[in-house]
């Protein structure tokens, strides 16, 4: 496996008539990642991996600065992972002086977690595209954990004409339905038992659905079903076109997505079902 710390050295990984998959991560890896990883090598001769911890996504009083960093057990894992090519870039190598190549999210970075994290999407955004450009991956693949996250990367791509497929990978989860995060470490051992619920309640409401329900009122009803079971905040719970995360009515043939975003102390905790 070959560790690349500088953006000038990865600029010779590409080679000629072989195809890069690319996985753009935080660090902290638990099996959510390898199953990105395990996916990437399906669609290409060499897998990449960045571990970048964004500054740009972060905003003031935002967990940046405590946000767990792991490098030595991550290497360990990628290593058993059989992957090709690691990237850990410093600061200056993804955002060098003079840097200007920001990309501005449209109305899809609004919404959700950008309505709570107003710079939160451009970041990301801006992020992925100087990687790849350093990289110039034909795949990359993403969580639908960051359901949200995906849709606005595939809308990058196509607003660009990137030669670029995303891919989609599903949600990994615990035994008790808790997606996996790299967050979910920061939970007191109270806050763990709390945190499956999350999941319990997007369940509730699928199944809810079936029964027709009224939107806003199952909506209201879950968020109050969210609070009782311990969570101190619930920044949304929406139901949404899967495909434009637009409003969505059951007359609709279009699939639905649940999404919610809820906190436990200073653990913010997202989540997301298909119906
Ligand atoms: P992060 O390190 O949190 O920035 O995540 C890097 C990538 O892993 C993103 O595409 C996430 O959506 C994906 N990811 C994180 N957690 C999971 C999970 N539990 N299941 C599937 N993908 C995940």
């Not at 905003?59 to 600065?65: I, M, N, V, Y």
């Not at 989609?168 to 007191?188: Q, V």
């Amino acid at each position: 496996m070959q560790v690349i710390r500088q953006a000038a050295e990865m600029s010779h990984v590409k080679k000629e008539g072989t195809t890069l998959a690319f996985v753009p991560t935080m660090g902290v890896l638990h099996p959510g990642h390898l199953s990105l990883i395990e996916k990437a090598k399906h669609h290409a001769d060499q897998v990449v991996v960045s571990i970048f911890v964004n500054p740009k996504q972060f905003a003031a009083g935002e967990d940046f600065a405590i946000y767990p960093r792991t490098e030595a057990a991550d290497l360990a894992l990628l290593e058993e992972c059989k992957v090709d090519v690691v990237y850990l870039p410093t600061e200056a190598d993804i955002y060098p002086d003079g840097f200007d190549a920001y990309y501005s999210t449209g109305a899809l970075g609004q919404i959700l977690e950008g309505k709570v994290r107003p710079h939160f999407f451009d970041g990301v955004a801006t992020v992925v595209l100087a990687l790849c450009r350093q990289i110039r991956p034909d795949v990359a693949v993403f969580g639908e954990k960051d359901y949200q996250q995906l849709l606005i990367i595939r809308e990058m791509v196509a607003a660009l004409s990137l030669p670029l497929d995303i891919i989609a990978a599903p949600i990994i989860r615990e035994e008790d339905g808790l997606a996996m995060s790299s967050r979910n470490r920061r939970l007191s051992p109270q806050q763990r038992k709390i945190a499956p619920q999350l999941y319990q309640i997007l369940h509730w409401v699928r199944e809810e659905l079936q029964q027709n329900r009224d939107i806003k009122n199952l909506q209201e009803e879950a968020v109050k079903r969210l609070l009782e079971a311990g969570f101190e905040t619930v920044d949304y719970l929406e139901i949404l076109c899967s495909n434009t995360l637009k409003p969505w009515v059951s007359a609709h043939s279009e699939s639905a997505r649940i999404l919610a975003a809820a906190r436990l102390g200073d653990v913010r905790l997202i989540d997301n079902l298909e119906w």
